[in-house]
């Protein structure tokens, strides 16, 4: 299913880049078509204007990006901006944004499997801890500095015990 996802997405994102909710139908209908309705999935697209430090997103029944705001020193959930895709022919999917990452601002997107990671009484990282890892981590002078720290600051929550699903992580650090 990924897999026919990231070719519908690579053949059409260059087309749509401007117009994410066009994209994110386009993806929907040929995964309908090419799966049934039997089987889904959730993605978040973000194109970033390297120049102006622009981000726009869609995302269809993905977990939140979280955004770091430094001038705040607070943390903003951008919540998913339509239902998983693959399931029901015709929906709309929104595009958000776009955002500005501003010097010190930290956008982090990551897969269910860091929030869903749990310590061995079975508790869960969750929201809560993702958005204290996230604060703590902004200090950090890279990218892959507060990358690393995040997972740091779950593998000691989860005492080393391997993890049930896949964490991925995405960070982008304004300069």
């Given at each position: 299913?990924?897999?026919?996802?990231?070719?519908?997405?690579?053949?059409?994102?260059?087309?749509?880049?401007?117009?994410?909710?066009?994209?994110?139908?386009e993806i929907n209908r040929h995964l309908i078509r090419d799966t049934g309705d039997e089987r889904f999935l959730?993605?978040?697209?973000?194109?970033?204007?390297?120049?102006?430090?622009?981000?726009?997103?869609?995302?269809?029944?993905?977990?939140?990006?979280?955004?770091?705001?430094?001038?705040?020193?607070?943390?903003?959930?951008?919540?998913?901006?339509?239902?998983?895709?693959?399931?029901?022919?015709?929906?709309?999917?929104?595009?958000?944004?776009?955002?500005?990452?501003?010097?010190?601002?930290?956008?982090?997107?990551?897969?269910?499997?860091?929030?869903?990671?749990?310590?061995?009484?079975?508790?869960?990282?969750?929201?809560?801890?993702?958005?204290?890892?996230?604060?703590?981590?902004?200090?950090?002078?890279?990218?892959?500095?507060?990358?690393?720290?995040?997972?740091?600051?779950?593998?000691?929550?989860?005492?080393?015990?391997?993890?049930?699903?896949?964490?991925?992580?995405?960070?982008?650090?304004?300069?």
């Amino acid at each position: 299913l990924m897999a026919s996802a990231r070719a519908i997405l690579r053949s059409h994102a260059r087309q749509y880049c401007s117009d994410l909710p066009a994209l994110f139908a386009e993806i929907n209908r040929h995964l309908i078509r090419d799966t049934g309705d039997e089987r889904f999935l959730t993605l978040l697209y973000a194109v970033l204007q390297p120049a102006t430090r622009e981000i726009t997103v869609a995302s269809g029944g993905h977990e939140s990006l979280m955004w770091y705001r430094a001038s705040r020193h607070e943390v903003e959930e951008i919540e998913s901006t339509g239902p998983l895709l693959g399931v029901i022919d015709g929906i709309r999917h929104e595009a958000a944004g776009p955002f500005v990452l501003a010097p010190g601002d930290v956008m982090l997107i990551s897969s269910d499997g860091l929030r869903e990671a749990a310590c061995p009484d079975g508790e869960q990282f969750g929201v809560e801890r993702t958005i204290d890892a996230l604060q703590a981590a902004a200090k950090q002078p890279t990218a892959e500095a507060i990358h690393d720290h995040i997972l740091e600051t779950l593998r000691a929550f989860c005492h080393e015990a391997p993890f049930i699903d896949d964490v991925a992580l995405i960070v982008l650090r304004g300069k």
